[in-house]
């Protein structure tokens, strides 16, 4: 806001820059300064109002928005949790069978090891016989 003071018509240069004739004159320039100062402290004082208003609402709607967001994220992150305790679980049930693969293929390979020392027993007890047939 602009000050709008004008000096008297009738004063003379020298008087207009500074010098004024009266008292009265000064007196009155004074008090449309105070009046708009005045004027000028009520719309700021206004316009803080009424921003202080919008920043009191903006902060009571976004504090229950953000305590909704805080929620579904707590409540997806138990969900997530959840899912990733089962996902584990069926990792560890897979790791199981897997182990109990194993130790039969284990004991496959035993088996098929004593099978082995059988079958070579056999063929040399088959060996030694044919060799005593064809010997006598």
Do not use: C
Not at 27 to 34: T, V
Not at 104 to 126: C, G, P, S
């Amino acid at each position: 806001m602009a000050f709008y003071l004008q000096a008297d018509p009738s004063m003379s240069k020298e008087k207009s820059r500074g010098v004024f004739p009266n008292h009265h004159y000064t007196q009155i320039i004074l008090e449309e300064m105070r009046s708009q100062i005045a004027g000028l402290a009520e719309i700021i004082e206004s316009k803080y109002q009424t921003l202080d208003a919008k920043i009191d609402h903006l902060e009571r709607k976004l504090s229950s928005e953000i305590e909704i967001t805080q929620m579904a994220l707590r409540t997806m992150k138990l969900d997530y949790d959840k899912r990733f305790d089962a996902i584990d679980k069926r990792f560890e049930a897979i790791d199981k069978k897997f182990e109990a693969i194993d130790r039969r293929f284990e004991a496959m390979d035993k088996r098929f090891d004593i099978l082995e020392d059988k079958l070579d027993q056999l063929n040399t007890k088959v060996e030694g016989h044919d060799h005593y047939r064809a010997v006598h």
